[in-house]
């Protein structure tokens, strides 16, 4: 007879008060260990990092495909996506 595991209890604590708005992404893996995912809000010529996630790779490419997976329900029922323009690549950061 085979055991079934319970789900995880996931938790979100009291750190994340709600979600954040980004328009932008930028994606890097700086070592063979790590993709970095930094979300921004860009406004006219102003802007701010909102969330900024690390995960190994495996993760990273487990998010991809439901990304994709979710992308390819919403399409089938809203139809297709436009991609929106890209921004600029160099964006400059302010202390």
Same mark, same amino acid.
């Given at each position: 007879m085979t055991r079934l595991q319970p789900p995880p209890?996931?938790?979100? !604590?009291?750190?994340?008060? @709600?979600a954040e708005y980004a328009n932008e992404i930028q994606v890097d893996n700086p070592n063979?260990?790590?993709?970095h995912l930094m979300f921004l !809000?860009? /406004?006219g010529t102003t802007g701010k990092v909102?969330?900024?996630v690390i995960t190994?790779?495996?993760h990273f490419k487990h998010m991809a495909v439901l990304m994709?997976?979710?992308?390819?329900?919403?399409?089938?029922?809203? @139809?297709k996506i436009e991609? /929106?323009?890209e921004v600029?690549?160099?964006?400059g950061f302010k202390g």
């Open positions: 209890e996931i938790k979100i !604590t009291d750190k994340i008060p @709600g063979k260990d790590e993709f !809000t860009i /406004a909102v969330c900024k190994n790779p495996s994709s997976e979710v992308i390819n329900k919403y399409e089938d029922k809203y @139809g991609e /929106a323009p600029e690549k160099e964006i």
